[in-house]
């Protein structure tokens, strides 16, 4: 059977090794030479007016870094993040100011607003600021300083092996940041790619996926509910410790889940919800931008790579369900859990992958199940749509689609596997660890626990957890196992996406404006450009847009709105760029 909605479906492809996809998923993240159409890639529904369903669409990650100093007491991380965001930038770079005026941290998907003498200081970030490092990278992403952590926010991609690549040259841009502030500063300033400190601390790793307003925030928040509680059973980058200040010794699948209390909610640094839902889309009225928050913070590629492209694939299935008959709310209605954060916290903590979780009709079911049908359910209406070819594999309509359809296969055969492997069997499980984080740092730890004879509250097991996550290739433990994982992208693409945007979007030309004529900008935002006219009179110190100092004259300014994220590319600008002498006249 292809697909089926009822609890026992079977869902093709669950169990078979993904037909040599360690080669092919290389090939699926390649682009593709079509032109956009509108603010998604052309190949999707929005591009050709079609039901496509792919997983193409406008995306993007942000990560913040723990960052610390070990040979200086007392370190003040705010001081070591400034320091490292401050060594990322040239003295051109460096005065341009990020425009917040964009911003609107108090407008809630559910149809409300947050009264802004209600919300915690820390939520309005569209607050003027008067001391903020921030620097527009090479690729068109941004660094810049987030309370008290050094923070990359990639440039807009188009699909998530793309995304991938820009992600994880962040890692490369903040490990070269990093370095130059160590040297600049005389002391080791050492980032870390991680979650949590174990002592009650956590900070995030977003997504971000552009997606039709149409869709009613309830058939979003239900059906991301149900997604982000069992995903951690292929996603988690595991974590020593349970409880947010590690008060029991364990080990768990997943780094976010103990931070997580609530179903729903604005904000993002207390009181956590699993649906985030703060509605500022940067793109035109008829989108809106889900910000994922409940995400680890993985070093592998797969385990990322199906983050953002199953969420995306389920994106699809929300955003097009009514148009080919397909009943997504009987799904989601046989899917509602008794108690979502419950749910999070038992997933992550249940090392077995079997725990049963309530159901509001009175069931049970478990995170597998729930991923099982979430799967078939997209290729059921992919049948519905394409059809299927001679194995009953839907037709899809793209290579990335096809490479991330075969890869969440996988990952739930390698669940499958693990689910029913002791623990000395899962010691031995390299195919599945190549893929799963949590499983393969587990393996680590509990070689050296057996080893040493070591309980899971030993000091030696959280430096390894530590390790894992350090960007530095001397320090991290996850480099010298990294030839043992699974690539979907490989170094030389990953230092590309470091030095050029991507060209699909208006990353391209918010990175060209800035390494071409850095000296005329003034602001940038992700939706607007702001330049100083070439032959207006320069006033020496200035600011625009969210400083509390008087602004250059409005009439010296021209501002350019690009809140369409995939007309302003390289295909559409490139000309235009090229045959410019000065930003003002673009």
């Known amino acids: 059977r292809v697909a089926g909605r009822g609890r026992g479906g079977r869902v093709r492809g669950d169990t078979r090794v993904g037909n040599g996809r360690r080669s092919g998923a290389m090939v699926e993240n390649q682009r593709h030479g079509q032109r956009a159409r509108g603010p998604y890639p052309s190949g999707s529904a929005q591009g050709k007016g079609e039901h496509a369903m792919t997983v193409r669409r406008v995306m993007g990650t942000e990560t913040e870094y723990a960052v610390s100093a070990p040979a200086v007491s007392h370190a003040n991380p705010v001081q070591l993040s ?3 965001i401050g060594a990322a930038a040239d003295p051109e770079r460096s005065r341009i100011r990020w425009d917040y005026r964009q911003e609107d941290p108090v407008n809630d998907a559910r149809g409300t607003r947050l009264e802004r003498a209600a919300a915690r200081p820390d939520m309005l970030t569209d607050e003027p600021q008067l001391n903020i490092v921030n620097v527009i990278a090479p690729n068109g992403g941004r660094m810049y300083v987030d309370h008290a952590h050094p923070e990359y926010s990639a440039p807009e991609t188009t699909d998530p092996f793309e995304a991938v690549r820009y992600d994880h040259a962040g890692d490369l841009l903040m490990r070269r940041a990093a370095a130059s502030a160590s040297v600049g500063t005389g002391h080791d300033i050492v980032l870390h790619r991680n979650n949590v400190d174990g002592k009650g601390a956590s900070w995030g790793t977003h997504e971000n996926y552009m997606m039709l307003r149409s869709v009613p925030f309830d058939t979003v928040a239900a059906l991301m509910t149900a997604h982000f509680v069992s995903r951690q059973i292929y996603a988690g980058s595991g974590r020593v410790g ?11 699948l997943s780094q976010r889940a103990d931070y997580i209390h609530a179903i729903l909610g ?7 919800p699993i649906v985030n839902t703060r509605d500022e889309s940067h793109s035109p009225s008829d989108y809106r931008r889900l910000h994922v928050i409940v995400g680890d913070a993985n070093r592998m590629d797969v385990p990322q790579t199906l983050k953002l492209g199953v969420t995306s694939m389920l994106l699809w299935l929300a955003e097009h369900a009514d148009e080919t008959g397909y009943d997504l709310a009987a799904l989601l209605d046989s899917m509602a859990l008794v108690d979502p954060v419950s749910a999070m916290h038992t997933v992550s903590h249940d090392l077995t992958l079997q725990a049963e979780l309530p159901l509001r009709d009175g069931g049970v079911t478990n995170a597998w199940i729930m991923q099982v049908r979430l799967r078939a359910a997209v290729y059921e209406m992919g049948a519905l749509v394409y059809g299927t070819d001679t194995r009953g594999e839907p037709l899809w309509p793209d290579k990335p689609t096809t490479g991330i359809m075969a890869l969440w296969g996988q990952a739930l055969a390698d669940v499958a596997a693990i689910r029913h492997a002791d623990d000395d069997t899962r010691l031995n499980m390299q195919p599945e660890a190549s893929r799963v984080e949590w499983l393969m740092k587990w393996q680590l730890l509990e070689r050296l626990r057996r080893r040493h004879g070591l309980s899971w509250n030993d000091p030696k097991l959280r430096a390894i957890d530590l390790g894992w996550a350090a960007l530095d290739p001397v320090r991290s433990i996850f480099e010298k196992v990294r030839s043992r994982t699974e690539r979907t992208v490989d170094d030389r693409q990953v230092a590309d996406a470091a030095g050029n945007a991507p060209q699909t979007t208006r990353a391209w030309l918010r990175a060209a404006v800035v390494n071409r004529y850095a ?8 939706s607007h450009l702001t330049v100083r006219r070439h032959d207006a009179p320069q006033t020496g110190e200035e600011s625009y847009g969210n400083a509390s100092r ?8 021209c501002s350019l709105d690009m809140s369409d994220p995939c007309v302003f590319d390289k295909a ?3 000309a235009f760029v090229d045959g410019t002498r000065n930003a003002d006249e673009l």
């Not at 349970?242 to 768990?252: M, P």
């Not at 604005?266 to 956590?272: I, K, P, V």
């Open 82 to 84: 400034f320091d490292v």
């Open 572 to 574: 559409h600008m490139a």
């Open 242 to 252: 349970i409880g947010e200040r590690s008060e029991t010794a364990g080990y768990q």
């Open 519 to 526: 000296s005329q900008v003034v602001a940038v935002s992700w």
């Open 266 to 272: 604005l904000q993002t640094t207390f009181e956590r």
């Open 550 to 557: 008087p602004i250059v004259r409005p009439s010296d300014l």
